[in-house]
């Protein structure tokens, strides 16, 4: 090479990197930033795109999702939500809105099924026999198929399981109820939105976020500290337990409204060599018993929610249980996703999945249960346990319509993901539907309830 041309290259080098590094500065506009890819997020930016929205989603870990409450291959999806049918609606609405998405990717030429995200299942419940009333109006009311026993006697005859004095257990037949795979509906979500032209950041952590003017401008951090600016006419605030500290300076009271917990979830397996004792009847009867929400104790704490997160090579599953109310407090937020089990929530673990087993016809001993791995995600909760699905209310006290908060999922936040991404995606346009179910939640999720909630808490806006 001679010099001359060696010369080029340096330069030509030098220059790139200093365009390189002028970018990795500078500031990106955009129509709409979404701000956390988890299901929240990811709903609300594929709706967005659908709209013909230029969209940019900001996700602070990489592809693999490994951490929040939208990790895991399983959640419990259901038509039948008990008392309220608000929360029916949800789920039913949800599935259309996954049948668009999936036609959407076919359409695409991504080959994909309704079966990637939802696996159809008996779903159980078990409760107070006190309850047997609503529980029958709500099941005709959501029109649900289902049967139920309300006796021991009727429970070893319809369901051949052993059902104590004073509970009934309901079985929901539903297509769609059983679980759902948030996992796979975050990666679904993530090529649509790809495929529709929005963008998606991997490893971008919002370090801050301020209006200015009639824009906001929004910091974020990668893995190895380089910074980089966006500024964006409307934002979509996803960030789960973080939306307190995010919203420090747009919106002070977030943080008294948003109180982050840690939950924890066990994964439990039949030991393989009592397992394979099983006969057919015994297996055939673990697979009914799940999923199930068991609320048949005397205590809120002592209620569970278990489900198959999956079978390994030998057919044996791998039974997840955690407990709604098995709550603790949090030092770390950032630490918390890696804390293990304690004795006494892995004996909770092992205790309620054998009752439960055996209450169920399936010979197992709690000496027979080993642990396969436990998580430790988080809640976030609102005062009233009802998600926030709004437009900020601003310091001023007057309502920002430029800027929509998904907060306070707590256990209730994935049977709705993406009915509430077209809530979020309808209040940053403006816009509304006539159904009365979707008016029903607007209001139950959106900005009068939150008034109403930093009302309560007597919070200054400003403060």
């Not at 309220?84 to 668009?100: A, K």
């Not at 948003?258 to 439990?268: C, E, G, N, Q, S």
């Not at 209450?359 to 926030?388: A, F, K, W």
């Amino acid at each position: 090479m001679s010099a001359l041309s060696l010369i080029l290259t340096s330069l030509l080098i030098i220059f790139s990197g200093q365009l390189q590094a002028r970018d990795t500065g500078s500031e990106q506009h955009h129509d709409v930033v979404v701000i956390g890819g988890g299901l929240m997020g990811s709903a609300a930016a594929w709706q967005l795109v659908r709209d013909g929205k230029e969209v940019i989603l900001l996700e602070k870990q990489d592809r693999k999702y490994s951490q929040g409450s939208s990790k895991g291959r399983t959640r419990i999806a259901r038509s039948n939500n008990l008392s309220r049918d608000l929360w029916s609606w949800l789920h039913n609405r949800s599935v259309s809105e996954t049948e668009t998405l999936i036609h959407y990717l076919g359409d695409q030429g991504f080959i994909t099924s309704m079966f990637a995200v939802y696996q159809t299942r008996p779903v159980n419940y078990m409760r107070p026999l006190k309850a047997a009333d609503a529980i029958i109006a709500s099941s005709e009311r959501q029109q649900v198929d289902y049967k139920i026993a309300l006796t021991p006697q009727e429970g070893a005859a319809m369901f051949g399981v052993q059902l104590p004095e004073g509970v009934f257990l309901h079985r929901e037949f539903n297509e769609y109820s059983g679980t759902l795979n948030p996992e796979a509906l975050i990666t679904l979500l993530h090529r649509a939105i790809e495929l529709k032209g929005g963008r998606i950041v991997y490893n971008a952590s919002v370090s801050d976020i301020q209006r200015h003017g009639n824009h906001y401008l929004i910091a974020t951090e990668d893995q190895h500290g380089s910074e980089r600016r966006y500024t964006a006419n409307q934002v979509v605030s996803a960030a789960g337990p973080y939306t307190g500290p995010l919203l420090s300076e747009l919106a002070p009271y977030m943080d008294k409204l948003i109180t982050p917990k840690r939950v924890f979830l066990a994964f439990v397996q039949i030991r393989p060599e009592k397992y394979h004792q099983l006969d057919d009847h015994a297996r055939s009867q673990l697979q009914r018993a799940y999923p199930v929400i068991n609320s048949s104790a005397a205590t809120r704490q002592g209620s569970f929610y278990s489900m198959i997160e999956y079978s390994d090579v030998q057919g044996n599953p791998v039974i997840k249980i955690g407990g709604h109310f098995q709550r603790s407090d949090i030092n770390n937020l950032d630490d918390v996703w890696h804390q293990t089990l304690s004795g006494e929530e892995l004996r909770w673990s092992i205790e309620n999945t054998g009752r439960y087993l055996r209450m169920q016809g399936v010979p197992v001993n709690d000496e027979d249960l080993q642990l396969v791995d436990d998580v430790s995600c988080v809640y976030s909760l609102t005062r009233s346990e009802v998600p926030i699905v709004s437009q900020l209310v601003a310091p001023s006290g007057e309502m920002d319509s430029n800027f929509v908060v998904m907060a306070g999922m707590s256990g209730v936040g994935a049977k709705g993901a993406m009915i509430y991404g077209r809530i979020a995606a309808n209040l940053i346009q403006g816009k509304s539907e006539d159904d009365p179910g979707y008016l029903e939640a607007v209001a139950a999720v959106g900005v009068t309830r939150l008034k109403e909630d930093v009302d309560q808490l007597n919070i200054n806006p400003e403060k």
